[in-house]
């Protein structure tokens, strides 16, 4: 892993540097005196010039930019921390977050990759956020954190739904008027089938005046629930609800708890889902396909078209929520924290195959007896390259290879990249997929 090493009296003069690369973090990674640096805001292929700054280095000027480099979109760009590499062309940090994906598991050891699928969201389709409040004499500051320090106000923004952004004015005025709101809070947004979504956590408990008021704020903008999260336990709450909250996954219509998980966008949960159900082994009627890390059923309900799924997930809110719309479907859903309580491989011993979206820090506990159970064929949703590197490297020791993968960009400007990877250590199926890569025939895998 690339490192900044602190030099000892590094000087203060300028000096030139090539980028050579991109870090984790999107800063340009290059070498000096034998130490790596990190540049913020260059591009690799770029030459600079740049100084110390104590004993970091800092940019002084780009002397030869890069094809790649463009204007960044947004004025808000280098305060709020939302967005990391607005200055690279959205056709390059696709290739980058796929050299990203593709290093990765070179590193766990799979060799001889096929071409991936690749789909990058448009901008001005996030309909998922976590936002910083901040009390500020005359009001408050709604918006994201800038890089390692205070919220930034969100008055423009490239990558959030108009729908949602649309309410931040508004809830500035209504959020500044909460007694409970005595200094940072937090505000997710989640824009449903049914509409926006808000779930308000405080330093303080609401008074009555402040429900009355969040209350009167959702009748006059037409949101269908505000919800907020006890300072003290953490639990939730509903404050104002003035219809039925729903979305609909695979056709099927839930209700999502508060600041339930959704995929940032539409568009690319509809790209996870079919990335997802065409990697799945061909399936009876009897075949089990195993969900692991469920949530409320994104990819639950459009797998069950296709045979029986047991779905497992931590969260008890979420996993309630799945369970609740199972009735009558090919779906079992149940509450179980793998990380604690793995599935075993005799757990598995009737399953056909396994579905898992894990958290960013990956699978954890699970992967090991996942690798060392009999099933042949899982999908694997990453949301996290190291992650996947480690969680891969047990795949690939346990005999699997990968069939398929697809990147998705969705998340704009950030170093965020979603993969969906379908492993296989079943020969036939390894085989056939081989023949048609090498064949270069279209594969949907099976489906």
Same mark, same amino acid.
């Not at 760009?77 to 990391?84: N, S, Y």
């Not at 699928?117 to 009001?139: C, E, H, N, W």
């Not at 209504?174 to 308000?200: C, E, K, M, Q, Y």
């Not at 909250?245 to 790209?271: H, M, R, S, W, Y």
């Given at each position: 892993?690339?490192v ?9 003069g300028?000096?030139?540097? *090539? ?8 800063d340009?990674v ?8 990190f540049i ?8 600079v ?8 280095p800092?940019?002084?000027?780009? %002397?030869?930019?890069s094809?790649?480099r463009?204007?960044?979109?947004? @004025?808000?760009?280098?305060e ?6 607005q ?13 990203r994906? &593709? ?5 766990a ?13 448009p901008?001005?389709?996030r309909r ?9 004499? /005359?009001g =408050? ?8 320090g205070?919220? =930034? !106000? ?6 959030l ?8 004015k508004?809830?500035?005025?209504v ?8 200094g #940072?809070?937090?505000?997710?947004l989640?824009?449903?089938d049914? /509409?926006p ?5 405080t330093?303080?408990?609401l008074?009555?005046a402040? *429900?009355?008021?969040?209350?009167a ?8 629930r505000?919800?907020?999260q006890?300072?003290k ?16 996954f ?6 999502p708890p508060?600041?339930?998980?959704l995929?940032a ?5 509809? &790209?996870?889902v079919?990335?997802?159900?065409d +990697?799945?082994p ?13 949530g409320?059923? %994104?990819? @639950?309900?459009?797998?069950?078209? $296709? ?15 799945? $369970?609740? &719309?199972? +009735?009558? #479907? ?6 179980? !924290? ?5 599935l ?6 009737s399953?056909?195959?396994v ?10 506990a699970?992967t ?12 694997y949703?990453?949301?996290n390259?190291a &992650? ?7 795949l690939?020791?346990a005999g699997?290879?990968?069939l398929?993968? %697809? ?11 979603? @993969?969906?990877?379908?492993?296989? #250590? !079943?020969p036939?199926r390894?085989? *056939?997929?081989n023949?048609? #890569? ?10």
């Amino acid at each position: 892993m690339l490192v900044i090493t602190v030099m000892n009296n590094p000087g203060t003069g300028a000096f030139p540097l *090539r980028i050579e690369g991109l870090g984790a973090a999107a800063d340009g990674v290059a070498h000096h005196d034998g130490h790596v640096l990190f540049i913020p805001g260059t591009l690799p292929g770029e030459e600079v010039l740049a100084r110390f700054s104590g004993t970091r280095p800092e940019l002084i000027e780009i %002397t030869a930019p890069s094809s790649d480099r463009v204007a960044p979109p947004c @004025t808000l760009f280098g305060e709020c921390g939302g967005c990391a590499i607005q200055q690279m062309s959205l056709p390059a940090l696709l290739d980058w977050k796929t050299t990203r994906v &593709a290093e990765a598991l070179t590193a766990a050891g799979f060799e001889d990759l096929p071409v991936p699928q690749r789909y990058q969201t448009p901008s001005y389709t996030r309909r998922r956020m976590d936002l910083a409040i901040q009390r500020v004499p /005359g009001g =408050v500051i709604l918006g994201l954190h800038r890089r390692n320090g205070d919220p =930034v !106000d969100m008055t423009e923004c490239h990558v959030l739904h108009p729908t949602l952004f649309a309410l931040l004015k508004p809830l500035r005025e209504v959020l500044s008027s909460l007694g409970a709101l005595t200094g #940072r809070g937090g505000l997710v947004l989640n824009l449903l089938d049914s /509409g926006p979504d808000l779930t308000l956590s405080t330093p303080a408990e609401l008074t009555t005046a402040d *429900r009355t008021k969040l209350a009167a704020f959702g009748r006059q903008h037409g949101l269908p629930r505000i919800s907020w999260q006890n300072p003290k336990d953490r639990s939730i709450e509903t404050v104002s609800q003035t219809r039925a909250v729903k979305e609909a996954f695979g056709g099927v219509e839930i209700t999502p708890p508060p600041a339930a998980f959704l995929q940032a966008t539409e568009d690319a949960e509809n &790209a996870i889902v079919q990335a997802v159900v065409d +990697g799945l082994p061909p399936l009876n009627k009897k075949d089990i396909t195993v969900e692991l890390f469920a949530g409320c059923g %994104t990819l @639950t309900f459009p797998m069950s078209e $296709k045979g029986r799924v047991i779905a497992y997930e931590g969260d008890l809110a979420a996993a309630t929520c799945l $369970k609740a &719309a199972a +009735g009558g #479907r090919r779906v079992d859903g149940f509450h179980r !924290d793998l990380m604690r309580q793995p599935l075993l491989p005799q757990d598995l011993k009737s399953t056909r195959a396994v579905v898992l979206d894990p958290p960013y820090a990956g699978a954890g506990a699970q992967t090991m007896p996942l690798a060392k159970s009999g099933v042949k064929d899982i999908v694997y949703v990453s949301c996290n390259p190291a &992650a996947l590197e480690k969680d891969g490297r047990a795949l690939k020791e346990a005999g699997y290879s990968v069939l398929n993968w %697809t990147i998705v960009d969705q998340f704009l400007w950030s170093t965020e990249v979603e @993969t969906v990877l379908v492993f296989s #250590r !079943d020969p036939k199926r390894i085989k *056939r997929e081989n023949s048609r #890569r090498n064949h270069n025939v279209p594969s949907h895998l099976d489906s």
